[in-house]
T-cell receptor, first 114, second 114 residues
Framework: AQSVTQPDIHITVSEGASLELRCNYS??????LFWYVQSPGQGLQLLLK??????LVQGIKGFEAEFKRSQSSFNLRKPSVHWSDAAEYFC????????????FGSGTRLSIRP | DAGVIQSPRHEVTEMGQEVTLRCKPI?????LFWYRQTMMRGLELLIY????????DSGMPEDRFSAKMPNASFSTLKIQPSEPRDSAVYFC????????????FGPGTRLTVT
C-alpha cells in the first residue's frame, strides 16, 4: 500500500542554519511527490513537486528537494532558514491521476531559534 | 484566480445541530477533496470527487457525515447531528488533470461543536 513517512515530528534549527526535512515514500512505481507548507491558522501551500526528469527540484521560498529512487526518499532542503519558515511541513505522494488519493505524511513541525 | 473558496471560515455550533460546510473549487479543476485536520489524527482525507462523482468515501467517519457535489463549482460537507468530537479544521482542495495533479487547498473552516 502507498505510504509516506516523515520520521521527524519536530525540528528546531537556528536562524541562518541549513535545513533538511526527511521524507520516505512507499509506492510500486515512481510516484508524483510534493512538499506542502502550512503556517499556523492557514491552509496548505504547495512548495514544490516532482513528476519526472531532473531529480533536484526547486520550489518557492528558496526550498529544494531531491528525489532519490534508491532510497525511496524525497528530502526537503533549504541552505539558510528564516524565522518566517517556522511552520508545519507535509510530504505527499500520489499516483498518475488527479483522481488518485494523495497520501500525506504526518508532518514535521519546524521551529526557528533566534 | 481566487483560489479554492470555503465558507464559513469559522463555525461554532451546539451538539446535535446540523452543520454545512461549503466549497468552491478552482475553475477548471475536475477533482475535489475534503479533509479534516486535528491535533490527534493529523490530516485525514474524508472523501474525494472526480467530475462531480464521489470516487472514494472510505474516510468519512460515520453516517452522520455526507458530502455532495451537485456541479463542477460547488460542494458541501454536512454533519448531522454534530458532536463535540467533530471539532476540527475542515479543508477543501481541488486539482486538475492538465499535467498538474497537485492539490490546491482552501483556507479551511474551523468547526467547534460545544
Amino acid at each position: 500500500a502507498q505510504s509516506v513517512t516523515q520520521p521527524d515530528i519536530h525540528i528546531t534549527v537556528s536562524e541562518g542554519a541549513s535545513l533538511e526535512l526527511r521524507c520516505n515514500y512507499s509506492y510500486g512505481a515512481t510516484p508524483y511527490l510534493f512538499w506542502y507548507v502550512q503556517s499556523p491558522g492557514q491552509g496548505l501551500q504547495l512548495l514544490l513537486k516532482y513528476f519526472s526528469g531532473d531529480t533536484l527540484v526547486q520550489g518557492i521560498k528558496g526550498f529544494e528537494a531531491e528525489f532519490k529512487r534508491s532510497q525511496s526518499s524525497f528530502n526537503l532542503r533549504k541552505p539558510s532558514v528564516h524565522w518566517s519558515d517556522a511552520a508545519e511541513y507535509f510530504c505527499a505522494s500520489t499516483g498518475y491521476s488527479s483522481a488518485s488519493k494523495i497520501i500525506f505524511g504526518s508532518g514535521t513541525r519546524l521551529s526557528i531559534r533566534p | 484566480d481566487a483560489g479554492v473558496i470555503q465558507s464559513p471560515r469559522h463555525e461554532v455550533t451546539e451538539m446535535g445541530q446540523e452543520v454545512t460546510l461549503r466549497c468552491k473549487p478552482i475553475s477548471g479543476h475536475n477533482s475535489l477533496f475534503w479533509y479534516r485536520q486535528t491535533m490527534m489524527r493529523g490530516l485525514e482525507l474524508l472523501i474525494y470527487f472526480n467530475n462531480n462523482v464521489p470516487i472514494d468515501d472510505s474516510g468519512m467517519p460515520e453516517d452522520r457525515f455526507s458530502a455532495k457535489m451537485p456541479n463542477a463549482s460547488f460542494s458541501t460537507l454536512k454533519i448531522q447531528p454534530s458532536e463535540p468530537r467533530d471539532s476540527a479544521v475542515y479543508f477543501c482542495a481541488s486539482s486538475s488533470e492538465d499535467g498538474a495533479y497537485e492539490q490546491y487547498f482552501g483556507p479551511g473552516t474551523r468547526l467547534t461543536v460545544t
